[in-house]
T-cell receptor, first 113, second 115 residues
Framework: EPEVTQTPSHQVTQMGQEVILRCVPISNHLYFYWYRQILGQKVEFLVS????????KSEIFDDQFSVERPDGSNFTLKIRSTKLEDSAMYFCASSGMTDYGYTFGSGTRLTVV | AQSVTQLDSHVSVSEGTPVLLRCNYSSSYSPSLFWYVQHPNKGLQLLLK??????LVKGINGFEAEFKKSETSFHLTKPSAHMSDAAEYFC?????????????FGSGTRLQVQP
């Protein structure tokens, strides 16, 4: 069964540093997403990406965040200057044109110290 | 705006007994509804989805859910719990008719299965 792959599984970074989280979506999917889950809280939508541009974003997705599809397979989330409150599990997901049931990756646990 | 309420943060059942995880939703449009499961240190796996077809939806691993518009509910059930069902379950809503693809998650229900 096709999978969404996220790397790394864990990342520790110092406050103020830039971090890039990487994802390989399912190859024939057209929509890509990032969600996050702060420990003990709900899973929250960050951003969706289609046709090489952001199609939707939440209030959380401010100027410190950016997404990119640098080649035909990877989808990345960059956090420019990490804060302690960015510590969370970040999930990448992808979906087809008409499929509203996403496939999620297993997540990257980001710890900002 | 869409929202989801999972009525129980923890549910504990004995192996072989029925499972009921409750979910109520709020949506201004015709919603799509999903249940996802998260096993420890694993990603979010889609159990089942409702997208305006049959109101009784069957999913993987023997789970099913019934969409009840009059009650704004989408409860998840399974006739007989298995130890491997122990996990966190999320009820999720999406307002497909608006063209938005953002999913709104409930706060989750942790299912424990006792031997």
């Amino acid at each position: 069964e096709p999978e969404v792959t996220q790397t790394p599984s864990h990342q520790v970074t110092q406050m103020g540093q830039e971090v890039i989280l990487r994802c390989v979506p399912i190859s024939n999917h057209l929509y890509f997403y990032w969600y996050r889950q702060i420990l003990g809280q709900k899973v929250e939508f960050l951003v969706s990406f289609y046709n090489n541009e952001i199609s939707e974003k939440s209030e959380i997705f401010d100027d410190q965040f950016s997404v990119e599809r640098p080649d035909g397979s990877n989808f990345t989330l960059k956090i420019r200057s990490t804060k302690l409150e960015d510590s969370a599990m970040y999930f990448c997901a992808s979906s087809g044109m008409t499929d509203y049931g996403y496939t999620f990756g297993s997540g990257t646990r980001l710890t900002v110290v | 705006a869409q929202s989801v309420t999972q009525l129980d943060s923890h549910v504990s059942v004995s192996e072989g007994t029925p499972v009921l995880l409750r979910c109520n939703y709020s949506s201004s449009y015709s919603p799509s509804l999903f249940w996802y499961v998260q096993h420890p240190n694993k990603g979010l796996q889609l159990l089942l989805k409702y997208t305006s077809a049959a109101t009784l939806v069957k999913g993987i691993n023997g789970f099913e859910a019934e969409f009840k518009k009059s009650e704004t509910s989408f409860h998840l059930t399974k006739p007989s719990a298995h130890m491997s069902d122990a996990a966190e379950y999320f009820c999720v809503v999406s307002e497909v008719d608006t063209g938005r693809r953002a999913l709104t998650f409930g706060s989750g229900t942790r299912l424990q299965v006792q031997p």
